[in-house]
Structures are given as C-alpha cells and as structure tokens.
Nanobody
C-alpha cells in the first residue's frame, strides 16, 4: 500500500522559511495529484497547494506568492517551499495524494513564533 512520509517541519521565526518534503512509497498508478493541506488548532483542514503529474498547480489565496509546490515524479516526492512565514501559518501540514484512492501522511508540525 502507498505510504506518505513528511519531513521538514519545525519551529521558525516570523519571516523565516521552511521546506517540507513528502516521499511516497509504493506504486501510485496513473495520473495523480499531490498536495499539502494544513490544520491549525480549532480550525478546519484547508488546502494549501496541490500539483498534478503534469505540473499544474493550485494555491490557497493566503499563500500565493509565498509558498511554492513542486514535485519529482522519478522520486515520487512532493515539496513545499514556504517563505515569509507568519504565525498564521502555524499548523500541522499533511501530505495528500489522490490517484484512484486517496492517501494521507501522518502530518508534520510547523510552528512560526518569535
């Protein structure tokens, strides 16, 4: 079965940067969409960004111009470069893959605080 493992989360000061990675093991058949969601305490889980096999991207309005999603199909890995972080970005970030089925990673904590 497909497993998703996130890495790169941590504590960063406002204005700082983090780069999240999500490596997928197991076969993902056909075209797919890989993405990042986040959930802050007491808030709904929301889409941050997603990217298709062909490279089409979608971003949440709140992160446009600050975050960049990318993927390496050969490595079955999706990345999220996060710049100009602010406290409102604090959340657990989850990797997501949709092919025939939907898969979720365990989540990685991102905390933006001074």
């Amino acid at each position: 079965q497909v497993k998703l493992v996130e890495s790169g989360g941590g504590l960063v000061q406002p204005g700082g940067s983090l780069r999240l990675s999500c490596a997928a093991s197991g076969n993902i058949f056909g075209a797919n969409t890989m993405g990042w969601y986040r959930q802050a305490p007491g808030k709904q889980r929301e889409l941050v960004a997603r990217i298709t096999t062909g490279g089409r991207t979608v971003y949440a309005e709140s992160v446009k111009g600050r975050f960049t999603i990318s993927r390496d199909n050969a490595k079955n890995t999706v990345y999220l470069q996060m710049n100009s972080l602010n406290p409102e970005d604090t959340a657990v970030y989850y990797c997501n893959v949709i092919s025939r089925f939907e898969y979720w990673g365990q989540g990685t904590q991102v905390t933006v605080s001074s």
